[in-house]
């Protein structure tokens, strides 16, 4: 009796390219659109850097890896997929559009026509990837959150635009296709993150979200329940990583281990005396250091990251709306002691968020690493499928590249 309000139900699938790991993970949806995770799989990320794809053979290995063990746990075939996207490349904008209304009352054609007013960019490299509406405003009147039929003469939206690289979204769906997928849509990931851990109350107090993945920090802040800034920093786990390896002279795979094993980010954490083994290279001895050293690398790293969204946070000028403080999640946001180091950071309330109360394999995706491939499921379960990326952007998405990139891609993605 269990399955029955699923039985009807359809299947959607998330699918998170990073850095360090490809995740998908499949729910099944009931008609009522309730979900539960019938489906995961992960495997060890190639080809890819910093959320942008460098190598297309070995990305479509990897995503076709986490396909075939998320296929044999579900028991189903996986054919379309909610793909994220991340990387320095990503843009988001707050734009303002205009027009007046054409009758007596406000129509969706007006407001059609005052989000196309909005989206107007002079970017030729970038593709609008979500217009995410902030709010309303008719005759002067703000706080409008949705004016069809109300009376009035001059309708305005504010709008957040998030933009990404026209290159950088055609090779992801170039993998996709590549390992037999089809792209139902694409989505900002840490836009993707938000909605699978942001409560309702933080989006109206204001809430920094920091995704902190193995490439990437990605910000997304919110106020009155909307996004009013995104960005993304190119720094985040795989660097810590890097830095253990360096400093303590060892394999990155032995950094790895012992970043997980034994790592913090706060040096005061650790008590004098504290010691943990290093395997030796290439036939070495095995070397016994201070535990503090690790401690030492592996905060200043994550100072160093703090530090930067801060600087970004002030640029913003949105710090002082955040009254709800931050919430961390990705991967990195594991590491001991995370959330007190970045309190002591930014001054702020911080709190570690991933995914809850999940139905299905619960055990195994109820970790901040897997919010983004969460969040996609949710997206597209809300999302209508007439209005996917693809359909949006079929006839524009390329129309700023040369001619012969356009041929390419037509041949290998049959887009046109």
């Known amino acids: 009796m269990q399955d029955a309000p699923y039985k009807d139900g359809r299947v959607v699938v998330g699918l998170d390219i990073g850095t360090t790991k490809i995740c998908v993970i499949a729910a099944e949806v009931s008609p009522d659109n309730n979900f539960r995770v019938i489906g995961f799989g992960e495997a060890p990320s190639e080809g890819l850097n910093r959320g942008v794809v460098t190598n297309i053979r070995a990305a479509v290995k990897s995503i076709r890896k986490a396909i075939d063990e998320c296929q044999l746990k579900s028991g189903i075939e996986i054919n379309n997929v909610y793909a994220g996207i991340a990387g320095h490349h990503i843009l988001g904008l707050n734009k303002d ?153 060892t394999t990155k795979i032995e950094a790895i281990r012992i970043k997980h094993d034994y790592g913090t980010a706060l040096i005061s954490n650790v008590k004098k005396g504290e010691t943990l083994t290093l395997k030796g290279i290439a036939g070495r001895e095995d070397r016994i250091i201070d535990k503090r050293l690790l401690a030492e690398v592996i905060e200043a790293r994550f100072r160093e990251i703090f530090h930067l969204i801060q600087n970004e946070l002030k640029k913003s000028g949105c710090a002082p709306s955040s009254a709800a403080g931050i919430v961390l999640t990705g991967g990195s946001s594991l590491m001991k002691d995370i959330d007190i180091l970045a309190e002591d950071v930014f001054g702020m309330p911080v709190r570690v968020g991933g995914p809850t109360n999940i139905q299905g394999l619960s055990d195994l995706v109820e970790s901040p690493k897997y919010s983004t491939a969460i969040g996609l499921i949710k997206y597209g379960i809300d999302s209508d499928l007439e209005t996917t990326f693809l359909k949006e952007n079929t006839d524009n998405v390329f129309s700023n590249v040369a001619v012969s990139f356009k041929k390419l891609v037509k041949n290998f993605f049959g887009l046109f």
């Open 97 to 249: 559009g205009v027009v007046a209304v054409t009758g007596d009352t406000i129509t969706e054609s007006d407001i059609q026509r005052v989000i196309e007013s909005a989206r107007a960019t002079n970017s030729p490299d970038k593709e609008i990837l979500h217009t995410l509406i902030q709010e309303y405003i008719v005759d002067g009147q703000d706080g409008v959150n949705n004016p069809v039929g109300m009376a009035g003469r001059r309708l305005e939206a504010k709008v957040h635009i998030i933009l990404g690289s026209v290159t950088s979204a055609a090779n992801i769906v170039q993998c996709c296709n590549s390992a037999e997928l089809n792209v139902q849509n694409i989505v900002l990931e840490p836009f993707a993150s938000s909605i699978a851990i942001l409560e309702e109350e933080e989006k109206e107090l204001g809430v920094v979200l920091l995704d902190i993945g193995g490439g990437t920090s990605d910000m997304v802040i919110y106020k009155n329940g909307s996004i009013i800034h995104t960005s993304v920093l190119p720094l985040g786990g795989k660097q810590v990583t890097t830095d253990i390896a360096i400093g303590l002279r």
